[in-house]
Nanobody, 117 residues
Framework: VQLQASGGGFVQAGGSLNLSCTAS????????MGWYRRTPGKQHELVAD???????FYVDSVKGRFTISINGAKNTVTLQMNSLKPEDSAVYYC????????????WGQGTQVTVSS
């Protein structure tokens, strides 16, 4: 499975950005897709993910502001980010899980999100 992310960029606080990630290869293996982020000096943080059955997870800091979705073909995940804050600035990584757990099996390339105050 390969993951190709797009989106990200620079936005002022309060603005919006949309991240998109398309999976290719044996997508039938995928059970969950989501987004992690990482800021310098910190570990990766799970921001949001979604199962193919529709269950979602959001880290508390983005609840009510971010929305994750997966298309019906199960090969694209998007993260709509609204009301962005400077603390949302990070490199965002698309991930996919093939088993019943939550630990990512596949990682896409990172995409930078920068939110200015």
């Amino acid at each position: 499975v390969q993951l190709q992310a797009s989106g990200g960029g620079f936005v002022q606080a309060g603005g919006s950005l949309n991240l998109s990630c398309t999976a290719s290869g044996d997508v039938a293996l995928i059970k969950r897709m989501g987004w992690y982020r990482r800021t310098p000096g910190k570990q990766h943080e799970l921001v949001a993910d979604m199962s193919t059955g529709g269950s979602t997870f959001y880290v508390d800091s983005v609840k009510g502001r971010f929305t994750i979705s997966i298309n019906g073909a199960k090969n694209t995940v998007t993260l709509q980010m609204n009301s962005l804050k400077p603390e949302d600035s990070a490199v965002y990584y698309c991930v996919a899980v093939r088993g019943l757990g939550y630990a990512p099996d596949y990682w896409g390339q990172g995409t930078q999100v920068t939110v200015s105050s």
